[in-house]
């Protein structure tokens, strides 16, 4: 299906400070992690599977064709990369997974012979209410 170790090589990573509280380590330190990934570039993507890609993704990807995921969940930066990496794969393969077509049935005759004979009663029950001719 798809060569993750070629995808990996593909990927690009910025790291940058995480918003949100945090104290005063959150001044020093880049947590926040951003992958970048080109989906017009890549080697790993047959031509449809981009296509795939970018009509499934269309909201996340840029005019570029470029990816972009972040993440800063965590105060680490590995576990965020590793997080980020884990979510960009789950986001492939729901993108590039078909959807099986709806095979029509047909409906079965105990269920229209059910809806007739409801039908049939609720019908009977309301002319019961009626007022009796007396011709």
């Known amino acids: 299906m798809i060569n993750k170790e070629t995808l ?3 990927l690009s990573f910025k790291a940058s400070r ?4 945090g104290g005063q380590h959150v001044n020093k330190v880049s947590s926040k992690i951003e992958l ?13 599977q981009k296509q795939r890609i970018q009509n499934k993704l269309k909201k996340r ?3 570029n064709g470029v990816l972009i995921l972040q993440c800063d969940s965590s105060r680490s930066q590995h ?4 997080f980020v990496i884990k979510r960009f794969f789950e986001l492939l393969k729901a993108s590039l997974t078909v959807p099986k077509k709806r ?4 409906v079965p005759k105990t269920v229209i012979k059910k809806r ?5 009663y609720v019908s009977e029950k309301k002319a019961n209410r009626k007022k009796p001719k007396l011709d």
């Open 61 to 63: 990807i840029t005019s």
């Open 18 to 21: 995480s918003s949100g509280a």
């Open 36 to 48: 970048y990934f080109n989906v017009n570039t890549s080697k790993a993507l047959t031509d449809l």
């Open 79 to 82: 576990s965020n990369k590793e």
């Open 116 to 120: 007739t004979q409801n039908k049939r």
């Open 8 to 10: 990996l090589q593909e």
């Open 103 to 106: 095979i029509q049935t047909k």
